[in-house]
Structure formats: C-alpha cells, structure tokens
C-alpha cells in the first residue's frame, strides 16, 4: 500500500509531494508525527484521507513494528554473545 493512497490530494496528483511536506514540517518541533498534525500541515487547502485504508496502514505497521521488535532483541542477544579482541 502507497501512503498517497491513504492521504492524498484531491486531484490525485503530487500526493508522494505533499505528504512528504506534511510529514517533515509535523516531526520538525517534536520530532512526532499525529495525523491530525500532518492534515493540518498538508500544502493544499483540501485533503482526502481514506480511512479504510488507513486502518489496514496502521495494521500492516503495527505488524511489521512486532517483526522488527523481535529481530531487535535476538540482535541484541547475539552481539551480547559475541566477544571482540580488545585492540
């Protein structure tokens, strides 16, 4: 799924643009992205968001952050076991 899908404009056009814009300006005070902060910040006066595909967006992130979780600790369990010469 394509975020210019889920957030967009209403011509369809330059959606990758304007969400790109809508992002960066959302995390530059706090470095935290809301969506109501990225509509908010969104360049044109009108923005669509589809909210079915929002929802099936924040499933598929939501699983690949349980994905990554767990690569992380056995990562880290690994690099714990693995004993470098000290230079």
């Known amino acids: 799924m394509k975020w210019g899908q889920v957030i967009r404009t209403p011509s369809g056009k330059a959606n990758r643009e304007a969400l790109r814009e809508a992002l960066v300006l959302s995390a530059t005070n706090d470095n935290e992205i809301t969506l109501l902060e990225a509509m908010k910040n969104?360049?044109?006066?009108?923005?669509?968001?589809?909210?079915?595909?929002?929802?099936?967006?924040?499933?598929?992130?939501?699983?690949?952050?349980?994905?990554?979780?767990?690569?992380?600790?056995?990562l880290q369990d690994i690099l714990n076991k693995i004993r470098l010469p000290r230079l």
Not at 42 to 66: I, K, M, T, W
């Open 42 to 74: 969104y360049p044109n006066s009108e923005v669509y968001v589809e909210g079915d595909r929002l929802v099936e967006a924040y499933g598929q992130l939501v699983a690949l952050s349980e994905q990554l979780g767990g690569v992380s600790e056995r």
